[in-house]
């Protein structure tokens, strides 16, 4: 079985940067073969995507509410995929998943089929 | 940007019952490329149905995907007691993803 784990959450002041990274490991389980995400859930509140990556690291996707703060990024080689944040607010509190979209044929499909656990960030003075 | 509305925002029922979950999509979704989820609480969500109607690996039978274009549903046959939680719908038709803001399936 695919297993994501997070780390990197924290406590940071509004205006802040924090880089989230995730680690991919499994038998069988070929991390370049897959595009990833992440996705965030505020307290109390629904899912929200932030960003992709595909498969090769060459296409990128932010949420509007991100673009221009956060940067996704993926080691291969590492299986491991990266969220650095920064000029962090308030509003970015949430727990961030680290998901995985597998890939599918003809046309890609960015559903989420695994997820780990989750990192706790909070933006607040 | 598509918004997605799921209804209702709540379901109060009992173990064994039927129940179908709704989701709107603001405009048609391309390759009808909606999938359904379940949050439990304290847990990352799950998901159930990808391309409207697959089931992923491991999901009951119970559960069932249906629609298209911008009208879709989740139907849960038989309603398990490890089935009440929150239901999501997201889309990636097209760019950006988009979720539902949920529906809450509760113990009446």
């Known amino acids: 079985d695919v297993q994501l784990v997070e780390s990197g959450g924290g406590l940071v002041k509004p205006g802040g940067s924090l880089r989230l990274s995730c680690a991919a490991s499994?038998?069988?389980?070929?991390?370049?073969?897959?595009?990833m995400n992440w996705v965030r859930q505020a307290p109390g509140k629904g899912l929200e995507w932030v960003s992709s990556i595909s498969r090769s690291g060459l296409n990128k996707y932010y949420a509007d509410s991100v673009k221009g703060r956060f940067t996704i990024s993926r080691d291969n080689a590492k299986n491991s995929v990266f969220l650095q944040m920064s000029s962090l607010r308030a509003e970015d509190t949430a727990v961030y998943f680290c998901?995985?979209?597998?890939?599918?044929?003809?046309?890609?499909?960015?559903?989420?089929?695994?997820w780990g656990r989750g990192t706790v960030v909070t933006v607040s003075s | 940007e598509i918004v997605l509305t799921q209804s209702p925002g709540t379901l109060s029922l009992s173990p064994g019952e039927r129940v179908t979950l709704s989701c709107r999509a603001s405009?048609?979704?391309?390759?009808?490329?909606l999938a359904w989820y379940q949050q439990r609480p304290g847990q990352a969500p799950r998901l159930l149905i990808y391309g409207a109607s697959t089931r992923a690996t491991g999901i009951p039978d119970r559960f069932s995907g249906s629609g298209s274009g911008t009208d879709f549903a989740l139907t849960i046959s038989r309603l398990e007691p490890e089935d009440f939680a929150v239901y999501y719908c997201?889309?990636?038709?097209?760019?950006?993803?988009?979720f539902g803001q949920g529906t809450r399936v509760e113990i009446k």
């Open positions: 997201q889309q990636s038709g097209s760019s950006p993803w988009t």
């Open positions: 499994g038998s069988g389980f070929i991390f370049s073969n897959d595009n």
């Open positions: 998901v995985r979209s597998p890939l599918t044929i003809p046309l890609p499909n960015w559903y989420f089929d695994i």
């Open positions: 405009q048609a979704v391309s390759n009808n490329f």
